[in-house]
């Protein structure tokens, strides 16, 4: 099966995009931990994971069609944070900006009628809707609960409880 040099490109982009995502979910693991908020650590790792498993998941489709997939080397991820919700308006942005780059994706495959990577991008589509939910979900409860000492440590437990979740899904 062949498909375009400019699906090619974007699907190895692709590649880039969640492997950033990855290292930059593991710097926000790394600073909850360092700074105390279990519940943001286990969460961003297991996000980190999670990226890193579309990753590969873009790795396999392009190798199983033959073309070999690129390897990307990763800028270094910011990693000194101010806060708990600051992190998580950054991660909703990056969802963002995936979002953007799969939409753009779908287009491409549409316009070439390339079906199978149309039906390879649906599940990513509707990955990208969870995430999106997910992070703004998260964020919301600052609004909800607030932001003295005793609300972020009820975020906290929130995340770990998401972190959970994750967890459970992936193993099902
Ligand atoms: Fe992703
Ligand atoms: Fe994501």
């Not at 990056?94 to 953007?100: I, S």
Request: proline letters at 1%; charged letters at 25%; glycine letters at 4%.
């Amino acid at each position: 099966m062949k498909i375009s040099k400019i699906m090619q490109k974007a699907l190895n982009d692709q590649i880039t995009l969640e492997a950033s995502a990855s290292n930059s979910y593991m710097a926000m693991a790394s600073w909850c931990e360092v700074t105390g908020y279990e519940g943001g650590a286990s969460f961003f790792y297991a996000q980190s994971d999670e990226e890193r498993t579309h990753m590969l998941k873009f790795i396999h489709y392009l190798n199983n069609l033959g073309i070999s997939s690129v390897i990307p080397a990763i800028k270094s991820p910011a990693s000194n944070f101010k806060s708990l919700e600051s992190i998580l308006k950054t991660a909703l942005k990056n969802e963002q900006t995936v979002t953007t780059a799969i939409h753009k994706m779908v287009e491409i495959s549409q316009k070439d009628k390339d079906h199978s990577t149309y039906a390879f991008l649906e599940w990513f589509v509707n990955e990208q809707v969870k995430e999106e939910i997910k992070f703004e979900t998260l964020i919301q409860k600052f609004e909800l609960i607030g932001r003295d000492k005793i609300a972020i440590n009820e975020i906290d437990k929130t995340l770990a409880a998401s972190a959970v979740t994750f967890t459970a899904n992936a193993a099902g």
